[in-house]
């Protein structure tokens, strides 16, 4: 009896319930993502004396001199997250109207 309840319940989150919340799954997810490239503490701290990770050397580059290429990989950052967001609020527009 106890197993039928559970499968029921396993049923109805992933067949009722994931398709009105994966929209917002999906963007947190894109969101968490797109944020972790700005989290320079944590990449300073875990990154070895051998990596160097994005955020580690656009740290280094604005520390030590002042080059335009930080600004413009930053910049291409923003577009791309907000692109990228875009794209996840359209395909979660058209995923409501046709369902």
């Known amino acids: 009896m106890k197993r039928t309840v559970v499968f029921q319940g396993l049923w109805l989150v992933a067949y009722g319930r ?3 919340i994966a929209p917002g799954i999906i963007s947190g997810a ?6 972790s490239f700005d989290e ?7 990154a ?3 990596q160097c ?3 580690h050397q656009m740290f280094s580059g604005i520390r030590e001199n002042l080059d335009p290429t930080i600004a413009a990989v930053a910049t291409v950052m923003i577009v791309v997250s907000l692109a990228i967001l875009t794209l996840a609020q359209f395909a979660a527009a058209l995923n409501h ?3």
Do not use: N, R, Y
């Open 40 to 46: 320079v503490i944590v990449a300073l701290f875990i």
């Open 18 to 20: 994931m398709p009105q």
């Open 53 to 55: 990770t994005l955020p």
């Open 48 to 50: 070895g004396t051998e």
């Open 97 to 99: 109207k046709s369902g």
């Open 30 to 35: 894109l969101f968490a993502f797109i944020t």
